[in-house]
């Protein structure tokens, strides 16, 4: 019994070696004139650090990571560590305007974050807006946007398959979500943004092929894309677009779903499993972040999602904390 006990601590210890690793970040900066340099940790903000900004000057630190995680310096970089990584960035800016960064370290992530780094350098030379309100303000037609979104997307799944064989599948899948809801959500929502504020008849800002565009899509039910913020909401949107399409075929008119409990059974209907608690953790997130809804449906409905359909517990811890 002895003998048992001890093999079995043992391989416990060994398992949580392997479960958690330490990560090493570093950074040097220059030509930037702000005040401080921040590390987000866009899954854990416990991690998050900053240091004053002192232009060449070194900025270390260390994390332990479970999973690969996306850290945004200073809002623009994006910086994917996984762990047991040891990642250097050498920054440059012109004023508060991140120019571009060069990495150094274990060869996986630096191959992996390059990737990041030069579809982010490709969109911004092609003035791409990554937030179709911005590109509203700048008359982007909806056609062209639609052409750029799908160019800039094309180009990014390029650069990331070039690296995909070197660099851990988690962090690949994890970045390559982040990417796809960007572009995919840009891709359908724009039309009826020109259309809204615009003023104009949504058939007159319709791209060609825009109802074809996604045949054949099918979501993502992988931890590592469900891991991204930015894919759970594009889930909210691929429900809306194919709602958009539904009524189209019918020869009907589609109008914007204003309603909790509309959205929330529209979502449980359309969804199941993992995908199902993603889409709704996001719907009660939206809802609670905008204040726009009634409080005690929230209360309501989250309930009842708790109880029948939430699968990841950080989801309901998250979600009960911004009730209180």
Same mark, same amino acid.
């Given at each position: !019994?002895?003998?048992?006990?001890?093999?079995?601590?043992?391989?416990?210890?060994?398992?949580? +070696? &392997?479960?958690?690793?330490? =990560?090493?970040?570093?950074?040097?900066?220059?030509?930037?004139?702000?005040k401080v340099i921040d590390f987000e940790f866009i899954d854990n903000p416990d991690n998050n650090m900053?240091?004053?900004?002192?232009?060449?000057?070194? !900025? *270390?630190? *260390?994390?332990?990571? #479970?999973?690969? $995680?996306?850290? /945004?310096?200073? +809002?623009?970089?994006?910086? !994917?560590?996984?762990?047991?990584?040891?990642? &250097?960035?050498?920054i440059h800016y012109d004023g508060k305007n991140y120019r571009t960064a060069e990495f150094s370290g274990?060869?996986?992530?630096?191959? %992996?974050?390059? @990737?990041?780094?030069?579809?982010?350098?490709?969109?911004?030379?092609?003035?791409?807006?990554?937030?179709?309100?911005?590109?509203?303000?700048?008359?982007?037609?909806?056609?062209?946007?639609? @052409?750029?979104?799908?160019?800039?997307?094309?180009?990014?799944?390029? %650069?990331?398959?070039?690296?995909?064989?070197?660099?851990?599948?988690?962090?690949?899948?994890?970045?390559?979500?982040?990417? *796809?809801? !960007?572009?995919?959500?840009?891709?359908?929502?724009?039309?009826?943004?020109?259309?809204?504020?615009? #003023?104009? &008849?949504?058939?007159?800002?319709?791209?060609?092929?825009?109802?074809?565009?996604?045949?054949?899509?099918?979501?993502?039910?992988?931890?590592?894309? +469900? /891991?991204?913020?930015?894919?759970?909401?594009?889930?909210?949107?691929? /429900?809306?677009? =194919?709602?958009?399409?539904?009524?189209?075929? $019918?020869?009907?008119?589609?109008?914007?779903?204003?309603?909790?409990?509309?959205?929330?059974?529209?979502?449980?209907?359309?969804?199941?499993?993992?995908?199902?608690?993603? @889409? %709704?953790?996001?719907?009660?997130?939206?809802?609670?972040?905008?204040?726009?809804?009634?409080?005690?449906?929230? @209360?309501? %409905?989250? #309930?009842?999602?708790?109880?029948?359909?939430?699968?990841?517990?950080?989801?309901?811890?998250?979600? =009960?904390?911004?009730?209180?």
């Amino acid at each position: !019994m002895k003998k048992w006990f001890l093999g079995l601590c043992s391989c416990l210890l060994v398992w949580g +070696l &392997h479960a958690q690793k330490v =990560t090493k970040i570093s950074a040097v900066a220059d030509g930037y004139n702000g005040k401080v340099i921040d590390f987000e940790f866009i899954d854990n903000p416990d991690n998050n650090m900053q240091f004053p900004y002192v232009s060449g000057q070194r !900025m *270390e630190f *260390e994390v332990e990571l #479970k999973e690969p $995680a996306l850290v /945004k310096i200073n +809002l623009w970089l994006w910086l !994917m560590v996984c762990p047991g990584d040891e990642i &250097h960035a050498d920054i440059h800016y012109d004023g508060k305007n991140y120019r571009t960064a060069e990495f150094s370290g274990t060869p996986s992530a630096v191959a %992996l974050n390059e @990737a990041i780094r030069d579809g982010r350098n490709h969109r911004v030379a092609g003035r791409y807006k990554t937030n179709p309100l911005a590109a509203v303000v700048t008359q982007v037609p909806a056609d062209k946007y639609y @052409a750029e979104t799908q160019a800039n997307w094309k180009k990014e799944q390029e %650069l990331l398959e070039a690296v995909r064989s070197r660099v851990n599948p988690f962090a690949y899948e994890y970045v390559y979500a982040e990417l *796809e809801g !960007m572009y995919l959500s840009n891709l359908v929502k724009y039309p009826y943004v020109v259309s809204d504020v615009a #003023k104009k &008849h949504i058939g007159d800002c319709i791209p060609a092929g825009y109802w074809n565009v996604l045949d054949g899509y099918r979501v993502k039910d992988s931890k590592a894309a +469900l /891991k991204s913020f930015t894919y759970k909401s594009w889930l909210l949107d691929y /429900k809306e677009y =194919t709602d958009k399409l539904k009524a189209r075929n $019918a020869g009907q008119e589609w109008k914007y779903v204003r309603d909790l409990q509309k959205s929330y059974d529209g979502l449980v209907a359309f969804y199941d499993g993992n995908v199902r608690d993603a @889409a %709704l953790y996001i719907l009660f997130y939206d809802a609670l972040t905008s204040q726009r809804d009634d409080f005690d449906l929230i @209360a309501k %409905l989250s #309930k009842e999602y708790f109880k029948k359909y939430n699968k990841d517990k950080t989801y309901r811890k998250e979600l =009960t904390e911004m009730q209180k």
